[in-house]
């Protein structure tokens, strides 16, 4: 092989160690636009569209098929905690099947492709944003009692064995997990890399983290503030994603803030739903300072993941 084609040949291989940004115009699947003011052609964008529509038609029809959910209520599966497994198995198999087919007649990738790769680093990762929300929400829970914001008024421990303790700890923990992946596989794995693909990556990560809060919309005090605070949130989750080329750093983020929010900081409530919480807290702050408080722990939690991320090139994703 003469000097000029292994020059060529390694030109051809640079896309293998640059980041998510920088791959080849001579690639199949190009890096989406950078500008929000790029726009894709008119059949990108009805492509775009259609492969939005599809996977949410495809996710109704499974829904209605399995969504057994829409019949029983608590009561018939046993009580709250149940009803919010089950509703995750359910909303899971529903996402990821139709994330997949949807990919696959459409897209021509796998559901492989949005960033689930499984090797240490999806651990680590995964593990990784865990430990950043627990550090987070441990000193703001701190923070919270010392300013006499929330009381402790009662322990799960006092009313419980040890046992009970642990075995439902590991159920919400599991249920957390199931609500994390098909979230996330949705909305920063689906929703952004679509929307990205077909008009820009701006434009990816704003409507696909409108979108993740308007999914919210039905929670019980669902306020205009809340619903900024979820857009916010996917914001955060979208730089997580973006940072590491995969989505198991922010699927540890989603599924940590929801588990340790409803579970070990508080009583178990969760959308109307009662379910195991560690203790019983009186609050003692409004919703507005509440929100904006929240605000601040994203923030801190979007340093946390540059920290974490500030020597590591993304792993490039195949759009």
């Given at each position: ?8 040949h ?6 293998l ?11 199949v ?12 052609t008119?059949?990108d ?26 019949f ?12 919010l497994?089950?509703q ?5 198999t529903?996402y ?5 087919f ?48 929330i009381?402790i008024?009662?322990?799960v ?5 040890l046992?009970g ?13 199931f ?5 996330e ?37 669902a ?6 605070h979820?857009?916010?949130?996917g ?20 599924a ?7 579970v ?14 560690l ?17 601040f ?5 979007t340093i ?15 759009w």
């Amino acid at each position: 092989m003469s000097d000029s084609d292994l020059d060529k040949h390694k030109n051809d291989k640079n896309w293998l160690h640059s980041d998510i940004y920088s791959r080849p115009s001579q690639s199949v699947s190009q890096t989406p636009r950078t500008s929000i003011f790029q726009f894709g052609t008119f059949g990108d964008l009805l492509s775009t569209v259609g492969k939005l529509l599809v996977q949410k038609i495809v996710y109704y029809m499974i829904f209605f098929m399995v969504g057994i959910v829409l019949f029983v209520g608590p009561q018939e599966l046993g009580g709250d905690q149940a009803f919010l497994a089950f509703q995750q198995i359910v909303q899971l198999t529903c996402y990821t099947i139709s994330v997949a087919f949807a990919l696959k007649v459409f897209d021509d990738s796998e559901i492989a492709d949005l960033g689930l790769k499984l090797n240490r680093r999806a651990f680590y990762d995964f593990l990784a944003g865990l430990t950043m929300v627990f550090i987070v929400l441990s000193m703001s829970f701190l923070l919270s009692l010392g300013a006499g914001w929330i009381v402790i008024q009662d322990f799960v421990w006092q009313r419980m064995s040890l046992a009970g303790v642990l075995g439902n700890l590991l159920i919400t923990f599991v249920i957390f997990c199931f609500l994390g992946w098909s979230e996330e596989l949705l909305s920063r794995g689906f929703h952004l890399r679509v929307i990205s693909k077909g008009l820009n990556l701006p434009l990816g990560v704003i409507l696909s983290s409108l979108y993740f809060s308007y999914l919210h919309r039905h929670n019980p005090g669902a306020s205009f503030n809340y619903l900024l605070h979820v857009f916010v949130a996917g914001l955060m989750l979208s730089y997580a994603f973006l940072r590491t080329g995969r989505l198991w750093l922010a699927i540890g983020l989603h599924a940590g803030w929801d588990f340790f929010i409803v579970v070990i900081f508080s009583d178990g409530g969760l959308g109307g739903l009662k379910i195991f919480g560690l203790m019983d807290i009186g609050y003692r702050i409004t919703q507005v300072q509440y929100i904006v408080f929240e605000f601040f722990l994203l923030a801190v939690i979007t340093i946390l993941i540059y920290l974490y991320t500030i020597n590591r090139k993304p792993e490039p994703l195949e759009w």
